[in-house]
């Protein structure tokens, strides 16, 4: 996949993201609803129509896709300009190719790169049914998912040794795949987690990059960069597969003891992960989050009506965490204005808030649901 342009031209960037945002509320769609169909987050979506990030031409045609609409109509003349040709001319004569010739391309390409390509995989058009691949193909059927064996069938070594700040990183070599971990990084959850992300970047073709890494300080939501999200996308879905995780869902309603009850017994997973995914299927239902005093640290609300505030409120009980901490985990619930974690939410809506904080880690973890 070819990466973000670079948007040197901020006024084009903008009349491609005016052009995205009207065919969208025209069709009613929300930015949640048409991030989650192209594979990126909301955040990513809302900085393409204002224009501060400009979207690859392998996005557009997914954007174009959804929205109906054909992609030359999502560009004026002077746009075109702004694309890269030869990034045009690959598109637009590859489909005329037939299949064997295709694929010839594609292995030269990873033969250019130098990245390994599994020549028996089918080509896929996400990271989520590469994941589901992986599942099929491993015979995965149970959780947790065992994600040490999953890299051993993939041909990847694990090696663990001092990296600093950085948690794990990926050699994508196209003999000998290699993965290192942080030997000082002591979090059996979340090197798991990095590990599955790590073999996103490694199964998922167009992710042509030699070498990825994953930095111990940067939380998913800092994160714009499409093959990122990508590899959290298979992580996800790899480590908490779609079909398994439904059944548990349809069975309970979503709080945090539940959550940190499935992580914990049968996922082994980080209760955040297992949230994240629950807001996957019903994110028009409730809202997670993380916060540090009264930062918001980690936002998952990509489907729910209403936009989350930029900070925790006073009038929030996330917030009676501050100013009365407690001395051991505690869970605090009760009924709150929607508008106090709601800019645009009615004035008499109102919404259940549960709250906890583990002075341990000293993060609130929150759960909001309409009442």
Known sequence: MIKPSEANDGGSAMTIGRRISD?????????????????????????????????????????????GVNLDSLFSDSDNEELDPIDKVIFSTIPFLEPENKRKILEHIFLLSGTKFYNGFPFLTSATEYAQYIIRNCKIKDVPVNIYQVADSLGVRIVKADL??????????SESPLILLNINFNHLEREKFTIAILLGHLVIPWHLKQTFYRYENKRSLDIDEQLEMEARQFAG????????????????????????????EKYKC??????????EYYGTKCVYLTSNNNSITRSYATSFPFRLVD???????????????????????????????????????EVIEESMLDPIFGVTVSLLQLK
Do not use: N
Not at 318 to 347: C, L, N, Q, Y
């Open 311 to 349: 900070e925790v409120s006073d009038d929030s009980i996330a917030h009676t965490f501050i100013v009365e901490p407690p001395d051991k985990k505690e869970t605090r619930r009760g009924t709150v204005r929607a508008s106090v974690w709601f800019k645009d939410a009615p004035a008499s809506a």
């Open 237 to 264: 879905e790899l480590v908490l597969p779609g079909l398994v995780v439904k059944k548990d869902f349809k069975q309970v309603a979503p709080s945090i003891e539940i959550f940190e009850k499935l992580a914990a």
């Open 23 to 67: 065919k969208r509320k025209a069709l009613k769609i929300t930015q949640g609803a048409l991030a989650d169909a192209v594979g990126v987050t909301t955040a990513f979506i809302s900085q393409i129509e204002t224009g501060s990030r400009k979207p690859s031409y392998g996005l557009m045609l997914k954007l174009a896709h959804e929205l």
């Open 270 to 279: 980080s209760m955040t992960a297992l949230a994240h995914k629950y807001t």
């Open 164 to 173: 600093g700040e950085c948690e794990g990183l990926l050699y994508k070599t």
